[in-house]
């Protein structure tokens, strides 16, 4: 069942979302038409395009490449490829937007990890001509792991099959099979053609068949369930400021930014790894300046505490009332591998979760998911790039944290090479 709120209120929440598709399913042209059709393009940067449409065409043909809005790099436009993840930043009067828009290539699954780690929604496109294909299998798994709340499966093209309307709910049809299997539980299918407009944020006239929303009004419309307030309380500290008082006394504070849950003067809190026990003296904004009476994700505060503990940056610093993060020394992650450097069983990395860092090793891999059909494959006995893998790891000392299912902060954590300090890994905590 979807949910929508009333386009009007115009004090939603910015919406991150990110698409994602197999090469030339038109991730670029569609963001271009979104930007294009919302008035979201200045006049200078439309000119531009404008000019590099021509000479792309050879002056033959005066319509507009949507795609040039998102193309970053010369290089990429002249292979006709996305090579990274790209930012793009737009808004209408009833949301604002944040678009990552990840590469189609398998060589680069790993910057779609990176992009759809902090999403509230992705768009998964698919070419109407050749329907599902491995990319979107493998697209829907990870974002399957990485627990993304809404999905909108996109059939792009439509126009390059007449816009019928039985190929399209083959498609749609098809893909809840795999939507099952990766666990991806809230998806809004659409028919669209990017390069025509239909559906993106105009309704399409050749697709009357077609009753549900178009796109823009799905994007501008989607609840964005931030239930961060309600779950425990987590802080993390990043710095230990000493800050002097007017009668010369030091005094420390531990600066940092809220990652779930709230927090109050006088609250008692654990501070974990040492498991020390003490309450909030008071609480100050990031001006130094200013107290605060209660404190919430996500902001950035800096607290300072009643006892005088040894509190280190990576420390975490949870109510003593709440559910207290897991505790341990071995755990067992997704992890997605990001380097051409395959694994070596014994390699020892630092692990990192927000400030903490400690020295790790993989004890085990456990399976790794094969994205072409969806199976595992048991016991394998390397790690490559890209490869997704549920791993058991082991740390130098107990670490507090959670599952990344239930608060995402306090489970995403890379692997970290020691040598030259380079991303091995991503890892979602199970």
């Not at 939603?12 to 090469?23: A, D, I, K, P, Q």
């Not at 990840?102 to 768009?123: E, F, S």
């Not at 010369?248 to 779930?260: C, D, H, T």
């Not at 709230?262 to 008692?268: A, I, L, S, V």
């Amino acid at each position: 069942m979807k949910t929508y709120i009333n386009s009007h209120n115009k004090k939603m929440n910015t919406l991150r979302f990110m698409t994602s598709g197999s090469v030339d399913n038109g991730k670029s042209t569609l963001i271009g038409r979104l930007l294009y059709d919302s008035n979201s393009i200045l006049m200078d940067q439309l000119n531009v395009v404008k000019k590099r449409s021509l000479k792309k065409n050879n002056n033959n043909d005066n319509n507009i490449d949507l795609s040039l809005f998102t193309d970053g790099l010369r290089a990429e436009r002249e292979q006709g490829i996305t090579i990274d993840v790209a930012y793009k930043y737009f808004a209408t009067p009833n949301r604002k937007f944040i678009i990552a828009d990840v590469p189609g290539h398998i060589q680069y699954t790993r910057n779609m990890v990176t992009g759809a780690t902090h999403v509230d929604l992705a768009i998964i496109l698919i070419d109407a001509r050749y329907g599902i294909v491995e990319q979107t299998q493998r697209h829907s798994l990870i974002l399957g792991i990485l627990n993304i709340p809404k999905i909108i499966l996109a059939i792009n093209k439509m126009d390059l099959i007449n816009y019928d309307k039985s190929i399209y709910q083959h498609i749609v049809n098809e893909y809840k099979n795999i939507a099952k299997k990766v666990g991806l539980k809230n998806v809004t299918t659409i028919p669209i053609s990017a390069k025509n407009g239909d559906n993106i944020v105009n309704r399409s006239k050749q697709m009357k068949w077609y009753t549900g929303p178009t796109l823009l009004y799905i994007l501008e419309n989607t609840v964005i369930h931030q239930n961060y307030h309600l779950e425990p309380s987590r802080y993390p500290v990043q710095y230990v400021i000493i800050c002097k008082k007017n009668n010369g006394e030091n005094i420390r504070g531990y600066a940092g930014k809220i990652i779930s849950g709230t927090y109050k003067e006088g609250d008692k809190v654990i501070i974990y790894p040492s498991k020390f026990q003490t309450s909030i003296k008071y609480i100050e904004n990031g001006s130094m300046d200013q107290k605060i009476q209660k404190v919430f994700y996500p902001q950035s505060i800096v607290m300072y505490l009643e006892d005088e503990i040894d509190i280190s940056r990576g420390d975490l610093i949870v109510k003593k009332e709440d559910i207290h993060p897991t505790f341990s020394k071995e755990f067992e992650v997704i992890l997605c591998w990001m380097t051409n450097n395959s694994f070596k069983k014994g390699n020892k990395y630092l692990f990192q979760i927000n400030s903490l860092v400690v020295t790790a090793l993989i004890k085990e891999i456990i399976y790794r998911i094969d994205a072409n059909n969806l199976k595992v494959q048991n016991n394998p006995e390397n790690i490559q790039l890209n490869d997704l893998v549920k791993a058991k790891i082991r740390t130098s000392i107990p670490i507090p944290y959670d599952s990344y299912n239930k608060i995402r902060d306090n489970g995403a954590s890379i692997l970290i090479d020691d040598t030259n300090y380079s991303t091995v890994a991503s890892c979602m905590i199970q």
